[in-house]
């Protein structure tokens, strides 16, 4: 199985800043990386897929990058409603693994 | 639009075992790389992926958990069944159904979730 390891966690930042999470896969899986975020007592919600394509819907505040096995999440400037745990999941090949998960908190 | 909802008992005991039916709107489950799946959530854990069937019957399965689980589609009806054998505690766990779109095994949309206790 590939494991999905996410830096750090938690995190905690202040409303208006950059905020960066890591993701590293323990092999190579191209670009077949998501990227989610939970709010507390809700459905996982797909912000990201091939690693730094946006999904529809998503605010331009979130970005992703990375290839083969190092991967970032980036909010520009973290809002309050950004509060929520952020997983990425591997899609290279099954099992489809997902991260330890980051939560981030606003300070 | 496309929904999925899941249903199914909230209480079961263990060493039962687990039917949990997902019901979907909003797309067909015949289209060429169209899939439909599950993942579950412990209580304050992370998101661990389970199974995934796909427009043409093909099946994934998390090995860890492959000999107690059976996924299967009837696209009739729309729905996919997820079957989880002998139950334990440790199953305990919210259990979301997923869409997986024909660009790849990401998972799009979700079901608002089941929270699924397995106790005596």
């Known amino acids: 199985d590939i494991q999905m390891t996410q830096s750090p966690s938690p995190l905690s930042a202040s409303v208006g800043d950059r905020v960066t999470i890591t993701c590293r896969a323990s092999q190579d899986i191209s670009d077949n990386l998501a990227w989610y975020q939970q709010k507390p007592g809700k459905a996982p919600k797909l912000l990201i897929y091939t690693a730094s394509t946006l999904q529809s819907g998503v605010p331009s505040r979130f970005s992703g990058s990375g290839s083969g096995t190092d991967f970032t999440l980036t909010i520009s400037s973290l809002q309050p409603e950004d509060v929520a745990t952020f997983y990425c999941?591997?899609?290279?090949?099954?099992?489809?693994?997902f991260g330890q998960g980051t939560k981030l908190e606003i300070k | 639009q496309i929904t999925l909802k899941e249903s199914g008992p909230t209480l079961v005991k263990p060493t039962q075992t687990l039917t949990l039916t997902c019901t979907f709107s909003g797309f067909s489950l015949s289209a060429n790389g169209v899939g439909v799946g599950w993942i579950r959530q412990p209580p304050g854990k992370a998101l661990e992926w389970l199974a995934l069937?796909?427009?043409?019957?093909?099946?994934r399965y998390s090995p860890s958990l492959k000999s107690r689980l059976t996924i299967a589609k009837d696209t009739s009806k729309n729905q996919v069944v997820l079957t989880m054998t002998n139950m334990d505690p440790v199953d305990t766990a919210t259990y979301y159904c997923?869409?997986?779109?024909?660009?790849?095994?990401?998972?799009?949309?979700w079901g608002q979730g089941i929270l699924i206790a397995v106790s005596s």
């Open positions: 999941q591997n899609y290279y090949s099954a099992p489809y693994t």
């Open positions: 997923i869409h997986r779109p024909q660009s790849g095994s990401y998972f799009d949309y």
């Open positions: 069937i796909f427009w043409d019957d093909n099946k």
